[in-house]
C-alpha cells in the first residue's frame, strides 16, 4: 500500500467534510504545537498531528478521520517515525482494523446535536422547547445586542468567569489567540447595557458551522443572553448559505435518565448542564464511534499506561 505524505495545500483533497481534517485546522494545531502529519494512504486522506510525551516519546493522534482500513502497512509507517502508539477516532462504523487495539475514550464530542439551516427560521423556532423561545423573546426585549467582533480580550475575560464559575479546565489565552487568527473562526458577542454577557467561538467549514467554544459573565444573567446569542449565530450561518449548525457535543443519549425536551441522558454527566442549554434548542442527534489507540512499541505503551495509573 503506497502511503504518501501531502505537504501542499493544494494537494490535500480530504473525502470528510469534518473541520477537524481541513489544512486550516492543521495550520492552526501546528501554531499551538502540534506539527500536523498529513497522509494519502491508499486513495484516502488522512491528517493526524504530533503529540509530545515526557521522556521524548510521542504519539500521533488522528481526529475524526474517514479511513476505512489501518493496514499494517500504515502502523509501520508510523513505527518508523518514532511513535509511540495512534489514536484514532473514526467519523464512521466501518474502520477496519488488521491489528491489536484498545478502545479509549473520545477526545473530541461522541455525540452532538446538528440543525437542519435549510429549514424555514419559523420551523426551527417550533422546533425548539416553549422555554428556548421565550428566554430568546425575553433577551429580544431586554434589548440584547449580538455584535459579531474578534476580540480575544472579551472572550478571554468572560471565560475566566465561567471556567470559575463551572470549574472546568480551559485552554491558555494563547490558544484562542491563534485561533482567532483563522480566516473560517467567527466570534459572536452578546452586549448588554454597554457590558459583553457572553461570546462564543465558532468556525466554519464545508456545509457546516459549529459551536467551538462559549463563555458568559456572572452579571446579568436573567437577561438570557446566551439564548439569543446561540439563535442570532445560527440564524448568520443560515444566511451565509450554511446548512448544518453543530453545537460540538451533549451528553450520551440514553433510553432513560434526565429528559429536557425531545433529549434524554444521564444527569450524572459532566455535560449535564450545558446538554440542558443545548436541548432546548432541538437539533438531531450524531453520534460518533468510539475511539481506539494502536501500540507501535507494545512494551514502552505498556509502561505508559502503567505511568498513568500511578501519576
Known amino acids: 500500500m503506497a502511503i504518501q505524505a501531502i505537504t501542499q495545500k493544494a494537494d490535500w483533497k480530504p473525502q470528510t467534510q469534518e473541520f477537524l481534517q481541513s489544512w486550516e ?3 492552526f494545531q501546528c501554531a499551538v504545537g502540534h506539527e500536523p502529519l498529513r ?11 504530533v503529540h509530545r510525551l515526557p521522556l521524548g516519546l510521542k504519539y500521533i493522534y488522528f481526529p ?34 488488521e491489528i491489536r487495539n484498545f478502545k479509549i475514550r473520545c477526545r473530541q464530542p461522541q ?8 429549514q424555514s427560521e419559523d420551523v426551527l423556532l417550533k422546533n425548539m422547547h416553549s422555554k428556548t423561545r421565550y428566554n430568546i423573546r425575553l ?8 455584535r459579531e467582533e474578534k476580540n480575544i480580550d472579551i472572550f478571554w475575560q468572560l471565560n475566566n468567569e465561567t471556567t470559575e464559575r463551572d470549574t472546568f479546565k480551559s485552554h491558555e489565552k494563547a490558544y484562542y489567540t491563534a485561533m482567532l487568527e483563522m480566516s473560517i473562526v467567527h466570534q459572536f458577542t452578546a452586549w448588554y447595557e454597554g457590558k459583553p454577557l457572553a461570546s462564543n467561538i465558532y468556525i466554519v467549514h464545508s456545509d457546516r458551522m459549529t459551536y467551538l467554544h462559549g463563555a458568559s459573565s456572572n452579571e446579568y444573567r436573567n437577561v438570557m443572553a446566551p439564548y439569543l446569542l446561540q439563535w442570532q449565530s445560527l440564524l448568520w450561518a ?30 450524572s454527566d ?3 448542564n450545558v446538554t440542558r442549554f443545548k436541548a432546548g434548542f432541538g437539533g438531531m442527534t450524531v453520534s460518533y464511534p468510539d475511539a481506539c489507540e494502536i501500540p507501535l512499541k507494545s512494551l514502552s505503551y505498556k509502561l505508559f499506561q502503567l505511568a498513568k495509573k500511578v501519576l
Not at 39 to 49: A, I, K, P, S, T
Not at 111 to 118: E, G, K, R, S
Not at 140 to 146: A, F, G, L, Q, S
Not at 248 to 253: F, H, K, T, Y
Open 25 to 27: 485546522w492543521g495550520e
Open 39 to 49: 497522509l494519502l494512504v491508499g486513495g484516502e486522506y488522512v491528517q493526524g498531528f
Open 64 to 97: 475524526r478521520c474517514d479511513i476505512k482500513n489501518w493496514k499494517l502497512e500504515i502502523s509501520d509507517y508510523a513505527k518508523k517515525k518514532g511513535f509511540l502508539f495512534a489514536r484514532i477516532e473514526p467519523t464512521n462504523t466501518i474502520l477496519k482494523l
Open 111 to 118: 455525540h452532538t446535536l446538528v440543525f437542519d439551516l435549510t
Open 139 to 146: 433577551a429580544e426585549k431586554k434589548r440584547v445586542e449580538i
Open 238 to 267: 443560515k444566511k451565509q448559505g450554511i446548512q448544518k449548525y453543530d453545537v460540538w457535543g451533549v451528553a450520551a443519549p440514553k433510553k432513560e435518565g434526565n429528559t429536557f425536551h425531545t433529549y434524554t441522558w444521564d444527569e
Open 270 to 272: 459532566r455535560l449535564h
